[in-house]
């Protein structure tokens, strides 16, 4: 049991460049998010997923595209970076969406945009 | 969006003393959570606190649930060397599809010998 496993663990981009970042979980959790975390101001939801086939925007989604296809996976796309894109995400996965669960974060990816 | 509030943004203290930070927000939340990072690592659910009014303890933490639902405490006792890190708080609503977090701006907590 890996928990929720992240990669890479740190890329560098071009401006302009598109990548996807990996997110997966091996405990058969229906809720998955990914969240940014920038100096001094907290995790910020990006997008989110109730289950298989189903997502949604969180706070912060432009520039941003997830897709649900199984269970177990939910990358995140960056189409077109930007500089404004650096920061470490973090993709987190619960258990169900009624009431509380603990959500479960990955190690995080740093990406730099240059 | 909702915003919280984490006070203070940054602590050095002596191994032994306590410890006492806060988030205040200006909306309601159902769910109060306290995390800690550690360098290099995602957060780790320290407490989780369900119903305004709550203290509850977990080892040398405790936290409580503020009465009227828009605040909440972390406070450590006797630090330790390890409690180094970025302590967040988070407030949890219920949208009708999903669960959302909302998290603080985070205290960073240096632990001096």
């Known amino acids: 049991n890996a928990g929720v496993t992240q990669t890479p663990k740190f890329q560098v981009l071009k401006t302009g460049q598109s990548m996807t970042l990996q997110c997966a979980q091996d405990?058969?959790?229906?809720?998955m998010s990914w969240y940014r975390q920038d100096p001094g101001m907290g995790l910020r939801l990006i997008h989110y997923?109730?289950?298989?086939?189903?997502?949604d925007q969180g706070e912060v989604p432009n520039g941003y595209n997830v897709s649900r296809s199984t269970t177990e996976d939910f990358p995140l796309r960056l189409l077109s970076a930007a500089p404004s894109q650096t920061s470490v995400y973090f993709c987190a996965s619960t258990l169900s969406t009624s009431g509380y669960n603990e959500q479960f974060f990955g190690p995080g990816t740093r990406l730099t945009v240059l | 969006g909702q915003q919280l509030n984490q006070s203070p943004q940054s602590m050095f203290i002596q191994e032994g003393e306590d410890v006492s930070m806060n988030c205040t927000s200006s909306s309601i939340f159902n769910t109060w959570l306290w995390y800690k990072q550690d360098p290099g690592e995602g957060p780790v659910l320290l407490i989780a606190l369900y119903k305004a009014g709550e203290l509850t303890s977990n080892g040398r933490l405790t936290a409580q649930f503020g009465i009227t639902r828009k605040d909440s405490f972390l406070n450590i006792s006797a630090s330790i060397p390890s409690d180094v890190g970025i302590y967040f708080c988070a407030g949890l609503t219920n949208t009708g599809t999903a669960s959302k977090l909302t998290f603080g701006t985070g205290t960073r907590l240096q632990v001096t010998l």
């Open positions: 997923s109730v289950g298989a086939g189903i997502t």
């Open positions: 405990m058969n959790h229906e809720y």
